[in-house]
């Protein structure tokens, strides 16, 4: 089992930046993929960026040279760098990993808003 904890969301001025993090508790050492998704109202949950164990990362086409995903395996917590936010932007934001053996597991969810 893995425990989620995401932290950093709020509401913030189009233009802004904001932090997110995503710390892993219990079996949080055979953490293959750290990746963040989002779901806006009314809209299907869709991938943000994700970053393997070897660090290759990647972000869809709508936050491409805006927003960054690191990891820190030490401390087994992934981070969302967003800047240059857009009302479009606003969702929840869900962290989620899964582990050498292909178990996905999520965390509860952030809200950001940005407003214009």
């Known amino acids: 089992q893995v425990r989620l904890v995401e932290s950093g969301g709020g509401l913030v001025q189009a233009g802004g930046s904001l932090r997110l993090s995503c710390a892993a508790s219990?079996?949080?050492?055979?953490?293959?993929?750290m990746a963040w998704y989002r779901q806006a109202p009314g809209k299907q949950r869709e991938l943000v960026a994700k970053?393997?164990?070897?660090?290759?990362?990647n972000s869809a086409d709508a936050v491409k040279g805006r927003f960054t995903i690191s990891r820190d395996d030490a401390n087994n917590t992934t981070y969302l760098q967003m800047n240059s936010l857009k009302p479009e932007d606003t969702a929840v934001y869900y962290c989620t990993v899964v582990l050498t053996d292909g178990a996905p597991y999520w965390g509860q969810g952030t809200q950001v808003t940005v407003s214009s």
């Open positions: 970053i393997t164990s070897d660090g290759n990362a």
């Open positions: 219990g079996n949080a050492f055979s953490i293959d993929i």
